[in-house]
């Protein structure tokens, strides 16, 4: 835990102008983007303090697949059902604003504007999915 890190503090709910959504896992949360980049687009956060992607090895692999779940889960709770059109993916050392791993579900990403599909863009040299 980073008490300086503001994702800590929101997985750990201490930061209550930030509400989580329901989560089938205990050791993720999922919230909204303050700065959305797409009519949907919320965060999947691991409890525990992580680094960025570029920290992340094979034994990794299971949270992340849970966090790709929970992204799925919390679009289709939010009526959103066409899986085919969502973008997933890690912003990628030194473009991410936040040093404690999080996944970023943006959708429908058929729907992104401009900026936002530079900023998102597949498995650009700054977001990897």
């Known amino acids: 835990y980073d008490g300086k890190c503001a994702f800590c503090r929101i997985a ?33 956060v691991p409890v525990e303090h992580m680094g960025n992607c570029k920290t992340l090895k094979a034994e990794h ?10 992204g799925n889960a919390v679009l289709q709770r ?31 990403a058929s729907q992104l504007g401009f900026l936002s599909r530079l900023v998102y863009r597949i498995n650009s040299y700054w977001f990897i999915t």
């Open 12 to 44: 750990r709910r201490e930061e209550p102008g930030t509400a989580l959504f329901p989560c089938q896992y205990e050791d993720l949360v999922c919230f909204r983007d303050i700065r959305p980049g797409a009519p949907h687009h919320f965060l999947v």
């Open 78 to 108: 939010n009526n959103f059902n066409d899986l085919n059109d969502v973008r997933m993916g890690f912003h990628w050392p030194p473009f991410c604003s936040i040093s404690h791993l999080h996944l970023h579900v943006l959708a429908p």
């Open 61 to 70: 692999i299971p949270v992340v697949k849970r966090m790709m779940e929970v």
